[in-house]
């Protein structure tokens, strides 16, 4: 048998072997399956990677916001250190209040204090003093409160005098959270104007419920809160988007152990913003409001005002609308008219946080399609 032959047949030859077909395609499989294993490891891997990558940001901007809020977090007690200071410095006394700080113009007046954008060594900072010595027991309980609860989620309090009724705190000149709305349509603040921002704010408002509620001063209800207005001008916004408590002259002590609860004034609430408890039980029967007849309410008050807050917070932002939908069954809770049946702020502020990382981590996966 020639070579030339054997050649020209070799096709002809290698089809008639029995058993060669299968091999064939026994080969091509599995050349299929070595190149497609491959890829969907790869596959895999990168879908892991950019969940880890979501992970690291979302960390990333906690750990940014807590950092550039707690400028004075480091320092000794009674100490200060606002964000343009290198060196922690102690709270200011009344002879360097007296000499050292320069009142520019009045910024705030309610019953309790008169605030006023002042200047101290350069650096901005707000000076509080007392309006009237009819409120001097709220005055020196809402410095007592700053100096018990001075951390991230509280204004900082640079320095106080006693004798003067006169106090200072670290000044921020986006004020109070009622010019959110105005702040965010500002040109140069109008990329933040998104729910993430908004929602991060809702976010800080319930941390700042959780921390009032298991403070290092008891458990503390904030009963400046008997309207929404009422309730925005007690925080204050940051320049970099967070919050603070700023006014803590109205924050009575629950203490279930002893049975003590708290009413919020000696006047008579009304109005469907404030919780159901802390209505008049005796109104439709058409009899006057007595303070002494009227029962106490613990902290779950301010759990009720959660959702009318967070709905002012998230206001009208492409992704609110989605966000609310998420938010409708903890918001359903918070408004139940039994005050043992609603969650804690803990509760409320673990839901915002895992609605904030799915929504973040769909947006993600959005892009990446």
Not at 184 to 202: F, I
Request: aromatic share 8%; hydrophobic share 40%.
């Amino acid at each position: 048998m020639s070579l030339t032959w054997l050649t020209e047949n070799r096709h002809h030859y290698l089809l008639s072997v029995p058993g060669t077909d299968t091999m064939h395609r026994n080969s091509s499989n599995n050349r299929t399956f070595s190149y497609g294993l491959p890829v969907v490891m790869l596959c895999l891997a990168a879908l892991l990677f950019s969940n880890i990558l979501i992970y690291l940001y979302l960390d990333s901007l906690h750990q940014t916001d807590q950092q550039m809020v707690s400028s004075g977090v480091g320092c000794a007690p009674r100490h200060f250190k606002m964000v343009t200071m290198k060196n922690c410095t102690p709270w200011l006394q009344c002879p360097q209040i007296r000499a050292e700080v320069r009142k520019l113009k009045l910024i705030g007046q309610g019953a309790v204090k008169k605030v006023f954008f002042a200047e101290w060594r350069a650096q901005k900072v707000a000076l509080s003093e007392l309006s009237s010595p009819d409120y001097v027991e709220d005055f020196l309980h809402g410095l007592s409160m700053l100096q018990v609860l001075q951390g991230r989620l509280v204004v900082q309090l640079v320095g106080f005098c006693l004798e003067d009724h006169t106090l200072v705190t670290e000044h921020h000149p986006y004020g109070s959270l009622l010019n959110l709305d105005v702040v965010l349509a500002e040109a140069r603040n109008q990329q933040h104007n998104t729910w993430q921002t908004r929602l991060r704010l809702a976010m800080d408002y319930v941390s700042i419920l959780h921390y009032l509620h298991n403070s290092p001063a008891g458990r503390r209800v904030m009963c400046d809160s008997n309207s929404l207005e009422k309730t925005l001008s007690q925080f204050l916004l940051t320049t970099d988007f967070n919050l603070v408590v700023n006014d803590l002259d109205a924050l009575p002590e629950v203490d279930q152990s002893r049975g003590s609860l708290v009413k919020c004034g000696h006047r008579e609430l009304t109005g469907d913003f404030v919780a159901p408890e802390q209505l008049w039980p005796l109104r439709n029967e058409e009899k006057p409001f007595s303070d002494d007849l009227m029962p106490g309410y613990d902290e779950k008050t301010d759990i009720w005002k959660i959702p009318d807050v967070t709905q002012f917070l998230m206001g009208r932002v492409p992704g609110g609308d989605l966000v609310h939908f998420h938010l409708f069954q903890i918001h359903d809770e918070c408004k139940n008219a039994e005050p043992r049946l609603r969650p804690s702020a803990l509760d409320v502020l673990n839901m915002y946080t895992s609605v904030y990382s799915s929504m973040v981590r769909e947006s993600a996966g959005v892009r990446e399609l």
